[in-house]
């Protein structure tokens, strides 16, 4: 049985701008058991360059499995070609190697019960080794005409979209769909995807997030997914990956880092979008040498710092202190110009950001 947190990606290319080590690093330090991959749309392959006639998914399938994280495909479904699309689902599944598979069949599949059997069918007569999964609509009530018991009749899990689009009541809303699910003939294990995405001015709030987390685990629900990678980390505020990566799936609690963890595991991603998402944007940077302010500005020292002062670097917490909004940090570091001993900063907050910032540090080359 599937368990845990996992994350939808829709196209590769536009996470992170394609890095395999950087998804996977994510996945990684978000303690995701699963990660589900677009492999398929209708008859054909998706996340596919074809242009450059490469496909995208075999490296972050064995980039995601070295690291024990499940890789599960899925597969946006028309059902006017249902024999070609389940050709297609049993192709993908056998090159691709993936661990599950997640059918997504929405508003095109209404009313076409035949074509829904004649794709199951020939799916589970070819695949018997992964299990399947059904991806559809929160609330089957509102939606008599889709094929649910053709579908679910030979599902080992459902996957219904919890999406609570221009409400804020995730809790309610899951609690609605599991019991409109458990009223259906065919009643695989729920676990259900939820909103990590902004729409047509509409966003989750960061409890509402924790809200639904929080309510699966409370319902005994396997696991939950969110929708959609791309979306989380590139039209919402880094915060909402956070609050998702540092809730424990096996207590249902969230553990709150404190910010000079945070700072200090920023810092050794080398990653300066994410360091610069610390900071207000008025913050301000006090070194011996220099002060600067501006988040835009703070960045680009990061940028120096990586590139040519701690080239290669890997920072330690040695130790906090504060409460509130000031934290004194001491930290060290190892780098290819040289090692940092006696690194010391103190950081101001304001809002839960960095509003002002001095750093002191000497290098031991």
């Known amino acids: 049985m599937l368990t845990g947190k996992g994350m939808f990606i829709w196209k590769i290319q536009e996470c ?73 689902a049993i192709s993908r599944i056998r090159e691709l190697g993936v661990d599950g598979y997640v059918l997504d069949a929405e508003g095109h599949y209404k009313g076409k019960y035949v074509s829904a059997t004649t794709f199951m069918d020939q799916l589970t007569a070819a695949i018997e080794d992964i299990p399947i999964a059904l991806s559809s609509y929160r609330y089957p009530s509102y939606h008599p005409t889709f094929p649910w018991n053709q579908f679910l009749k030979k599902c080992d899990l459902n996957m219904p979209q919890v999406y609570w689009v221009f409400a804020h009541n995730p809790g309610a809303q899951l609690k609605k769909s599991i019991a409109d699910y458990m009223n259906l003939k065919y009643t695989p294990p729920i676990l259900p995807t939820g909103s990590a995405y902004t729409k047509n001015g509409w966003t989750p709030t960061l409890d509402e997030v924790k809200e639904f987390m929080t309510s699966a685990k409370e319902l005994n629900l396997p696991g939950f997914n969110f929708w959609e990678w791309g979306n989380l980390h590139n039209n919402l505020p880094d915060e909402y990956y956070r609050v998702i990566r540092d809730f424990d ?62 080239p290669d670097s890997v920072f330690t917490l040695a130790g906090f202190s504060g409460t509130g909004n000031t934290r004194q940090i001491s930290w060290t570091a190892s780098s290819s110009a040289g090692d940092v001993q006696n690194g010391s900063d103190t950081l101001g907050l304001k809002d839960g950001k960095i509003a002002y910032h001095f750093s002191n540090f000497s290098l031991n080359e």
């Open 16 to 88: 992170h701008n394609g890095s395999i080590s950087e998804i996977t690093r994510r996945a990684v330090r978000a303690n995701y058991s699963h990660v589900l991959i677009k492999i398929a749309n209708g008859i054909y392959s998706y996340n596919y360059d074809w242009e450059k006639k490469i496909d995208l998914v075999p490296p972050l399938v064995a980039a995601l499995k070295s690291e024990g994280i499940q890789v599960w495909g899925w597969h946006y479904l028309f059902g006017d070609l249902p024999w070609e699309e389940a050709s297609k």
């Open 249 to 310: 799936w096996d207590s249902g609690t969230t553990t709150q880092k404190d910010i000079a963890e945070i700072f200090i595991a920023a810092l050794n991603s080398h990653d300066v979008n994410q360091i610069q998402g610390l900071y207000r944007e008025d913050a301000v940077h006090v070194t011996s040498e220099r002060t600067v302010q501006g988040s835009e500005a703070i960045k680009s020292w990061f940028t120096t710092l990586f590139r040519d002062i701690l």
